[in-house]
């Protein structure tokens, strides 16, 4: 059985960090890409980065990029987001989410187009 947990999240200050995990169960990470949606409340979920299957490729939306690094440990199963300068738009529930296809630089534009999604982690900016 596929699982997939995020952790990580919490309240922090404006211009402050945060680092979410996710940590894939039942199945293989080198085989699938991973990407990291967002919802805030009253607005549709959104895709935020996504990951090859090796690692070798991430892509990220216009509104985080230079913000944001999403890296993965294979060995251990972990994909991380790390969050930077975070503002108070970035207050959301964050999801991780897995598919065994490719996408290319769109990988994190469609929710359909994943399989298997954690809990989620919110994340919280405010002063």
């Known amino acids: 059985q596929v699982q997939l947990v995020e952790s990580g999240g919490g309240l922090v200050q404006p211009g402050g960090s945060l680092r979410l995990s996710c940590v894939a169960s039942g199945l293989t990470l080198d085989r699938y890409t991973i990407a990291w949606f967002r919802q805030a409340p009253g607005k549709e979920r959104e895709g935020v980065s996504c990951?090859?299957?090796?690692?070798?490729?991430?892509y990220y939306a216009d509104s985080v990029k230079g913000r944001v690094t999403n890296s993965r440990d294979n060995a251990k199963n972990t994909v991380y987001l790390q969050l930077n300068s975070l503002r108070p738009e970035d207050t959301a529930i964050y999801y991780c989410?897995?598919?065994?296809?490719?996408?290319?630089?769109?990988?994190?534009?469609?929710?359909?187009?994943?399989?298997?999604w954690g809990q989620g982690t919110q994340v919280t900016v405010s002063s």
């Open positions: 990951t090859s299957p090796r690692g070798r490729s991430a």
């Open positions: 989410a897995a598919t065994t296809r490719w996408y290319g630089s769109s990988c994190y534009s469609t929710v359909a187009a994943y399989d298997y």
